[in-house]
């Protein structure tokens, strides 16, 4: 059963990698993903540099900009 299913799948893929839609969408995805990223990062630094100056407190990579872009 999950051997028909994997087979069904790989044919796919095969199929849809050759299509140009996949790349434009997949460009299109890795640039606006990188535009949050860096906008959020840019928030980021200078906050974290503000609170680890004044309050002694690290605030983690992972909360501060990680969570929010996903």
């Keep these: 059963m999950t051997r028909g299913f994997y087979s069904i799948v790989r044919a796919d ?3 849809l990698s050759k299509t140009p839609l996949v790349y434009v969408l997949t460009a ?3 640039l ?3 535009f949050f990223f860096f ?3 840019k928030v ?3 906050f974290q540099r503000m609170l680890s100056e004044d309050t002694k ?3 983690n990579f992972n909360t501060g900009v990680i ?3 996903f």
């Design 28 to 30: 299109g995805y890795v």
């Design 13 to 15: 893929l095969k199929r």
């Design 67 to 69: 969570q929010p872009l």
């Design 57 to 59: 407190i690290n605030l």
């Design 39 to 41: 906008s959020l990062l």
């Design 44 to 46: 980021f630094n200078p």
């Design 32 to 34: 606006i993903s990188g």
